[in-house]
């Protein structure tokens, strides 16, 4: 393999996390920060997240709008975060998910860096987050990131564990070379 930093090498997305382990005020503003920083098509920055701590009423708002099967591991995570997008009235749609998304890839590689674990979820009820979050009529829930720290991966449900302690695999890079 190529030479690669660390951040990116060590980074996965776990399903086993740490049933106590919290997120604090400090990491999660890092995390929003790094968020923040990432570029976006004319500077549009048109990211927008919810965070909600293990427990507390947002927290409790975006675990019921996650699917059945996800909310068996995901509740043992420190935060959920909503990531959404404003939806332009008369801008150009054009890249606004590849905005969020970097947004999102700068967030994980945030955590990374301060020793958390991001997996992110995209099978989510989006109409049932708008309602539970009461979110403004412009801004569209996209995806579920699931933060925190790494737990036991023999904790999770019997037909989960295979998945989650199985070997990491990506496609060869030539795979990913057209032409």
Known sequence: MADLTPLLAY???????????????????????AARWA??????????????YRNDDTWKRILVNLTERDQRWAHRAAALLLAAHVDPDAAPADGIAYDLGQAVAHLTVQATALGLHVRQVLTVDRGGLTADLHLPIDVRPYAVLVVGQLGDPLSLPADLVAEETGLRRRRPLADLLLG
Not at 39 to 52: D, E, I, K, M
């Open 11 to 33: 980074r996965w997305s776990p399903l086993a996390f740490h049933p106590t382990a919290e997120l604090s005020a400090a990491d999660a503003s890092s995390l929003l920060e």
């Open 39 to 52: 570029p976006s098509l004319a500077n549009r920055q048109p990211w927008r997240f919810t965070v909600g």
